[in-house]
């Protein structure tokens, strides 16, 4: 059976405004291949865009917008000539033609494909395929991640992933549902938290990939511009599932951060904005939870803001680098915490530990270099300003991580897709830390020095 993931939907609205807003209007980049995949079921003209989300071995969460249609219904099965099963939702009414549907599929069995179709009246979805998580504890093969943030312009964002999508499918083959389990985002969806921005940059540009995989994220500073109350995100998603925290351990402070888990990979998903020491006291009790726990082997954290940045020196959190990551540090489970915040990539992993520190930053706009108050950091061994997204792959048998980066080039040159780092943490050797010396690692002066 073929993937009936739709092409990505197109940008428009929103983009603009804010500090951040740097994009060079008018550039051609890359040249998109928009019909290559689009499925037999995609040709039907469907107008209903899935979004998949708090996935685990039993169950999924799907959810669309409509602008009139109120069914919220999901019909599925394990073939997609045979949607024999519907599950029901209900629906957040955001705005007269705003409403956000929200189906749980639940019952379903572990690493099993299963098809759907998201139905709303007159209106539908094409057929999805989606793939459940396994059991954690015997779990085997790959997990794959497409980490990916700061999405905030439309046009970007929409190339951004459909750069990711197409290198995935080079990588992986069509059916990425059998191959990479979550699209992790960093925060900054929005560039201000209105509603016509959730469209246009998180849910459109996804939308070449958020049908068939399951996408999670945290909360950037900018989804609080225009909505303080974050009325405009929290209704969207579906962190609160008691099916999904790992081990019944929800903080204290509802939505805002929470952990699950991909197989026996843990991920610890955080509000860097607020520096609630009951987030830290929660997380905490996560990492010890996890690290006594066979059946979790890797442990991720995931935020907004980032440890430092070099390019922009006062992007870096004191209560990330001062109380989350010594948290994360606490157990050798730990190999990655990524962040946002920064508009460019970089990566690197202090002396004292194997933990990698990442900002994955690039997904919509870019900050250069020789823009705002720089520092070296020798903890820091990339630092790239340009459109970025990652794909990490956890071999559950070798116990290894593999981490590529990947660039479509930035305001001043293009990239065509192509890697610019890579690298690793295999248990029991510690990772490959190259300082970078006197000044900072920049791309592309320095590429071929390290890579
Ligand atoms: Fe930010």
Redesign the pocket.
Same mark, same amino acid.
Request: net charge negative.
């Given at each position: 059976m073929k993937n009936s993931t739709q092409v990505g939907g197109g940008g428009g609205g929103g983009g603009g405004g804010g500090r951040r807003a740097r994009l060079a209007g008018g550039r051609r980049l890359i040249p998109i291949v928009s019909l290559l995949f689009l499925s037999h079921a995609a040709i039907q003209a469907q107008t209903i865009k899935p979004y998949l989300q708090s996935p685990t071995q039993h169950s999924v969460w799907v959810s669309w917008r409509t602008a009139a249609e109120t069914e919220s219904t999901v019909r599925w099965g394990s073939s997609p000539d045979a949607l024999t099963q519907t599950a029901s939702g209900s629906y957040h009414t955001f705005a007269a033609n705003y409403l956000w549907h929200s189906v749980k599929i639940a019952g379903l069995e572990p690493n099993t494909a299963y098809y759907y179709r998201a139905v709303s009246g007159a209106d539908s979805s094409a057929v999805f395929r989606f793939r459940t998580y396994q059991n954690p504890a015997t779990a085997n093969g790959h997990i794959r991640v497409l980490i990916v943030g +700061?999405t905030q312009h439309p046009t970007t964002a929409q190339r951004t992933f459909q750069a990711a999508r197409e290198k995935l499918i080079e990588k992986y083959g069509p059916n990425l549902e059998d191959e990479v389990q979550l699209i992790l985002k960093q #925060? +900054?969806n929005v560039d201000a938290g209105v509603l016509s921005q959730y469209i246009s940059m998180h849910f459109d540009p996804l939308s070449n990939l958020s049908g068939n995989i399951p996408t999670m994220t945290v909360l #950037?500073? =900018?989804e609080y511009y225009q909505n303080s109350d974050l009325s405009f995100y929290f209704p969207h998603f579906e962190f609160d599932d008691p099916d999904l925290q790992y081990n019944g351990l929800a903080g204290t402070n509802g939505e805002h951060y929470y952990a699950f888990r991909a197989g026996p990979v843990l991920f610890c998903m955080l509000n860097s904005n607020e520096w609630w020491s009951s987030q830290t006291q929660w997380l905490g009790n996560v990492v010890s939870a996890a690290n006594a726990d066979p059946t979790v082997k890797w442990i991720f954290g995931t935020a !907004? !803001?980032p440890l430092r940045c070099e390019n922009w020196v006062s992007d870096g959190s004191a209560y990330i680098r001062d109380q989350i990551i010594p948290v994360l540090r606490a157990s050798e489970k730990t190999a990655m915490y990524t962040s #946002? =915040?920064s508009h460019m990539y970089a990566r690197g992993s202090n002396r004292d530990s194997s933990v990698w520190e990442v900002i994955s930053g690039g997904g919509g706009l870019i900050q250069n270099w020789n823009q705002n108050p720089e520092q070296n950091y020798p903890d820091v061994q990339r630092s790239f300003d340009v459109w970025t997204y990652q794909i990490m792959d956890i071999d559950l048998e070798a116990e290894t991580m593999d981490v590529e980066c990947y660039s479509i080039g930035n305001n001043d040159y293009v990239l065509d897709n192509v890697l610019i780092d890579r690298f690793h943490r295999y248990f029991g050797k510690k990772g490959p830390a190259q300082a970078c010396g006197a000044a900072p690692c920049r791309y592309p002066a320095d590429f071929a020095l390290y890579f």
């Open positions: +700061d #925060g +900054d #950037g500073n =900018h !907004h !803001h #946002g =915040h």
